[in-house]
Structure formats: C-alpha cells, structure tokens
C-alpha cells in the first residue's frame, strides 16, 4: 500500500479521456497500472512512464484505488465482475472510483454490492473532454461516503479544475450526469439545426457563427462544435455514438420516473439518424450531416 496522499492505482480504460486522465495522475507521483483492450493506447501509456497489466484482476491486485474510465456500465460490469474483474484483486478497503457515465439505478446497486464484498464506490462521473483531460481540468459531478472522497483527494487534484459534491451515496452523481447529457446532447442537435437553417437559406455560416457567439442564443456548445461544422471537420473528439448512448440512458431514466422528455427524444432521434446513416463514429458535430443530407447542401464555409 502507498502514501495515502498519494494512492496506487490501477486505471481501467485508456481512451479518448481515460489515457489523459492517466498521464495527469503519473506526473502527481502516482504509480499508475493501466488495462486497456487497444494496443495503441496502451503503448501511448508506457511511453509517458506508466505500466500496463493484461487484466483488470492484474491491475488491482497491488492498488488502493482503481479508477474506471470506459464507456458504459455494460463494460463496467465486465471490467469489475467479469473473467479476471478488478473486484477480485482489489485489496480489503479498495477504492472503486467510477468514471463511466451510467444510470443512476446501476450506481446505486454497484456500491451496495461494492459494500459487501468490503470495497468503496466513489459515484464520480465527468465532464470536459479529451481537451480538458488532459490539461487537469475535468469537472467530477460525484457522491460518495467522505470516507471515498478522502481517498480519491490526490486523484480530483491531478484531473479535476472542479469537483461536485453531491451527497454520501452513490447514485446522485451519475443522475446530475445523466441530467448534464440531457443538455448537451440537445445543445448540440439545437446547434446543428440552427447552423443548417443558416446554409439553407443562405446565410454567411461563418457570420452567423460569430453574431450568435455574441447573442442570447448562444450555447458552450454552440460555441465549441459549430467550428467543427464550418471546418467540415469530423476528427471525433466525442462520438455520435456517445450521444446516442447517452441520450438513450436520459430518456430511460425518464421512463423510470415516468417523466415525458420529448426535447431529449428528438435529439435522440437525430444522433439515431446520424449514426444509421454511417456516421457514429464521428465527431458528435457530425450530426448536422443529417441535415445536409436531407437538403442537399453544406454547411462548412472557407475560413477568412
């Protein structure tokens, strides 16, 4: 077992944010063990210093905290229960930091079963991006017992700008999550469309980029995945297919509730589309692709 301040880690998904996230914990003077399917992502970690274990269960066997960046909890299931699952490793007391945007319903039922096998869940979903993950500067919409945040405080400073405490048990971070989704990936479908409205009709998208980057129907969104459009830039810096996951997690949470969210369901619909045209794989801007489709034109405008 390390210095409390500065726990071993076995971390769980070396991807578009995991691999950053990673990186930031090495230069913090963790010692950092990662598992991940791509060997492109696993040599990108041993060239920054880190070593890599075949297995989840390898991983964690000489962790104090195992961080789970991946994509679903289909595959946080595997990763901790699966052939080789980390929770078979993971000492007496571990730390389970999980990153993954999930339902409320699976995070709630992972820490209790967490509990009883003596282990911690720290109910840590996060925003920001590949960009912001690897500067240091994700945010952390997170609950958990003091007791997990006390051992995840060395982790929050080497990723996080900022961390949401919301509450002592898990389930409330992956909900603010699930809520946060909901905006975003209806803030990126209102975007395509008005940008597609714009070329349409015969507007300068670039011009209308910058007015309603000055206006009141701008969007943090708007703002960051419009240049991808107008760039005709489709490099995925996140998916259309996170979106149609995510989406899909936002409006079978408000099938839970019995909620009606007809906004989310049509932005669904049209990530939906995006991805059944070809495109999920894209950069989630991609989305405006349907509409260019539909009318037989583009959006993207030469720089000035």
Known sequence: MSDKNTPDIAFIGLGSMGLGMARNLLKHGHKVVGVDPSAAAREAFKAAGGAIADTPAAASSTADVVVI???????????????????????KG?????????PAAFARTLGERLAETGHVLLDAPMSGGRARAESGELTFMASGTPGAFASAESIFAATSAKVFRLGGA??????????????????IAAAAEAVALAAKAGADTRAVY????????????????????????????????????DLGLVLGTGHEHRLPLPMAAAAHQLFLAAAGAGWGRLDDAAVVK????????????PKR
């Open 69 to 91: 960046a991946v994509v679903n909890d289909r595959q946080v299931e595997t990763v901790l229960y699966g052939k080789n699952g980390a929770v078979s490793g993971l000492r």
């Open 210 to 245: 910058e007015v309603i980057s000055a206006s009141a129907g701008n969007s943090w969104m708007f703002g960051n995945r419009v240049p991808h459009m107008l760039d005709d830039d489709y490099a995925p810096l996140s998916a259309v297919e996170i979106f149609v996951k």
């Open 290 to 301: 349907v509409y260019e489709q539909a009318g037989g034109f583009k959006v993207s405008s």
């Open 94 to 102: 571990g730390l389970v930091m999980q990153c993954a945007t999930v």
């Open 170 to 187: 898990p389930g409330i971070g992956s909900l603010v999550k699930t809520v946060n989704q909901l905006l975003a990936g209806v803030h």
